[in-house]
């Protein structure tokens, strides 16, 4: 007995990633339903070897559903989510809207299953920001072996984040580069990102932070612990898939380089490719359509008492999205439905 699984947002991005994962890791699905606006409605998206013609959202009845995976902005989640939630249906949500909520668990499951069971307080699962995810999988082991007191982060952010226009734009841009009279303006972002790179993602706060660097702090507390200190510097950069970041912990008991190698190693979801020769690390290009996060780069921080130094890619489309939202939803089946 399988469950019945909604795919809200299936014609976007990362709808349609969720439906790949969903087949690809052989999600126990008794019916699935592809929904998205009325404007894509008839729309045929794949769910493995079956195509789905997608069905309208605002009319869609979730009673008698099991999971809902959301995969729109948060405008739609906020009218939608409360509706299926209500109707019975547990609802995953990749959007931002629900996250800081203090009564909705916000999951990575590699590094808090527990959360899970927080979940019938409103019925709704928070996925977090796709530079949270990666990193907080690589956090967790090190923090249960040497408490990590402080995290610096600078991330190499991927266009596919902002969506299929800025896939575009960046698309363009670089083929206007070459063609005098085709040159493209910004318009998904404020300055050009082909052949550039942007301190900026998200609005900028009253800090001087931008959203997104405020999200990962905010987000890392409320998944592994509220009393590390981060801070982050996060950059879009002229990659098309793969989120990248440099990491930098500083830790309350002394790790050895070696040591934290071993632990990455045997961390659920990690693969550590860390050869001190040219190409023994990830770039994003190789890790697109992957599901893990891998490490490289893992040295001692000598300015520090006791500090390292990792570097840290995964597809952000996957882990940072609709990997981590298939997950929860694996877990939540395991952990408390219990039908697959």
């Known amino acids: 007995m399988g469950y019945k699984v909604a795919v809200v947002g299936a014609t976007g991005n990362v709808g349609r990633e969720m439906l790949n994962i969903l087949a690809e890791r052989q999600f126990p699905v008794d019916e699935i339903a592809a929904l998205a606006s009325r404007r894509s409605l008839g729309t045929e998206v794949s769910f493995g070897d079956t195509t789905l013609k997608t069905q309208d959202l605002d009319g869609f009845d979730f009673a008698g559903w099991d999971m809902a995976l959301f995969a729109v902005g948060s405008e739609a989640t906020k009218k939608y989510a409360p509706m ?39 019925n709704i699962i928070a996925n977090p920001n796709c530079s949270t995810a990666q990193m907080v999988v690589a956090l967790k082991p090190l923090h249960d072996r040497a408490k990590i007191k402080r ?36 318009s998904v972002y404020p300055k050009q990102i082909a052949f550039n790179v942007i301190p900026h993602i998200d609005v900028f706060m009253d800090s001087g932070d931008t959203k997104e660097e405020w999200k990962m702090i905010a987000e890392t507390k409320k998944i592994v612990d509220k009393n590390i200190k981060v801070t982050a510097t996060c950059v879009r950069v002229p990659v098309f898939v793969g989120h990248s970041e440099s990491i ?27 050869k001190r020769e040219n190409g023994g690390y990830v770039t994003p290009v190789e890790c697109v359509g992957d599901f893990a996060t891998f490490i490289s780069r893992i040295r001692q921080d000598v300015t520090v008492e006791n500090g390292l130094n990792l570097w840290c890619v995964s597809d952000n489309l996957r882990k940072g999205a609709a990997l981590n939202a298939v997950q929860i939803a694996e877990l939540l089946g395991r952990e408390v439905l219990k039908k697959g």
């Open 248 to 274: 930098n912990i500083e830790t309350e008991d002394f790790l050895d380089e070696d040591e934290a190698r071993d632990i990455l190693r045997t961390a659920p979801g990690i693969l550590v490719v860390d």
């Open 84 to 122: 299926a939630a209500k109707a019975g249906c547990v609802v995953i949500d990749n959007s931002s809207l629900y996250r800081y909520d203090p009564d909705i668990p916000l999951i990575v499951p590699e590094v808090n299953p527990q959360a899970i069971h927080d979940y019938a307080k409103k």
């Open 151 to 186: 995290v610096v982060v600078s991330t190499y952010q991927s266009v596919s984040g902002s969506g299929k226009d800025a896939i575009d734009e960046l698309w363009n841009q670089t083929k206007g580069m070459y063609v005098p009279g085709q040159e493209v303006a910004p």
